[in-house]
């Protein structure tokens, strides 16, 4: 058996003090994980590829949506804006994660890692505090709708400095990971994971980072959206309105769609913090917690292909604006296409439906339908 397909329960499990627990030495060496390697290098290149790409096109529509035509008016557009350039900066490092998987090792150097590692944590955790803040201002917007005229007016003006300091919070918590990420040998090859020989416990830290990923990046977003997304539904049902059944179908795909992604990549986080520190793991289950991390990882990232699709497109006015600019490209390629196609006409009605549709937004700012 080649001694880099065996998991010795090394630094994956034990970072770097692991030499301080006792093990079965001849029962860690029965334990390979070449059969999870292999299916690794197919399944997370593929999927990690498909996510960049789509995560990719859907980000950058979203953001030449707000730059030509859908001006960030209410709180809940300055948080979208805000989550597609986390999503696009977040899906950017995934293709040197697909070269990691594929090869089966980190051809990278060092300092790639570190930012590479710290870049993939500040986007993660910042879009997660941004549905939270999305949740909010709906919340405000539609259960507190006598008060959100007002509210909404004197804390639009401060939106950005909520959005810089999410932002903040997403690097600060994230700082460990800038700093502890490290590229180094392990099992016959380079990898890029946080390693804590400088630290004095290195099981303690592992599970503080542990506990502040699981907090930021899933606990606090889903109490904000249980808690406002709880209260959105009840005033629609209250509410005489032909559209609220759209809008609550909304909601509930919203949350579903959190949960689904969410939940089963944090159930593998909570597993794999309960199990750090113990030497009685079987093979078996050690094999089973790797598939069950790479699938769920991939499915939790998802979530930056599906953003779009629910916080921006499934609303009417930001649909309408999103084929205006399909309109527009595809007046440019007939331009050039045929000398006879002008598009001037076409630009003049953009220009008036777009100052419209500019008025309308000044009067009820909202990006999506609820």
């Known amino acids: 058996m080649n001694f880099s397909d065996v998991n010795l329960f090394t630094e994956d499990y034990f970072p770097s003090g692991y030499a301080n627990y006792t093990f079965d030495y001849e029962d ?18 593929v999927a990690y590829s498909l996510i960049c790409v789509f995560g990719l096109v859907g980000n950058v529509l979203v953001v030449m949506t707000f730059a030509f035509y859908k ?28 070269v990691k998987h ?25 879009g997660m505090l941004l549905l939270a803040c999305i949740s909010m ?23 950005k400095a909520i959005c810089l300091v999410v932002w903040l919070v997403s690097v600060l918590i994230s700082s ?26 290195p099981i303690k830290w592992k599970l503080l980072m542990l506990g502040l990923e699981l907090l930021f990046g899933f606990f606090i977003p889903l ?21 609220r059944h759209k809008a609550i179908r909304v909601i509930i795909a919203v949350v579903l769609v959190f949960l689904a992604c ?4 944090n159930m593998v986080l909570l597993v794999t913090a309960a199990n750090l520190g113990r030497t009685n793991r079987s ?22 292909c599906l953003n779009p699709v629910l916080y921006a497109f499934i609303g009417q006015k930001f649909r309408n604006y999103f084929l205006k600019i399909m309109k527009e490209l595809w007046c440019v390629r007939r331009k050039y296409k045929s000398q006879g196609f002008s598009c001037s006409r076409m630009y003049s009605e953009t220009f008036i439906s777009r100052q419209t549709s500019e008025t309308v937004d000044n009067e009820n700012a909202s990006s999506f339908t609820m």
């Open 137 to 159: 201002d709906r919340y405000v917007a539609i259960v507190q709708a006598t008060k959100a005229f007002r509210l909404r007016s004197r804390t639009l003006p401060h939106s």
């Open 283 to 304: 093979c078996h289950n050690e094999k089973l917690i790797g598939y069950a991390r790479n699938i769920t990882e991939v499915l939790a990232f998802l979530r930056c």
């Open 262 to 265: 969410q939940i089963p990549h």
């Open 71 to 98: 001006k960030a008016r209410s709180m809940t557009d300055v948080y979208l804006l805000n989550m597609a350039i986390a999503d696009i900066l977040f899906v950017l490092t995934l293709p040197f994660w697909v």
């Open 223 to 243: 109490v904000f959206m249980i808690f406002c997304y709880m209260f959105i539904v009840k005033t629609l049902v209250q509410a005489q309105n032909s559209k």
């Open 102 to 126: 594929a090869a089966g090792t980190w051809i990278f150097s060092n300092a790639t890692c570190k930012v590479m590692k710290g870049i993939y944590a500040v986007n993660f955790n910042c």
């Open 176 to 201: 460990s990971t800038f700093t502890f990420s490290q590229k180094y040998p392990l099992q016959g090859g380079d990898v890029c994971e946080p390693k804590y020989d400088a630290v004095s416990d």
């Open 28 to 45: 860690a060496l029965l334990c390979s994980q070449q059969e999870v390697r292999n299916f690794t290098r197919l399944f997370v290149p």
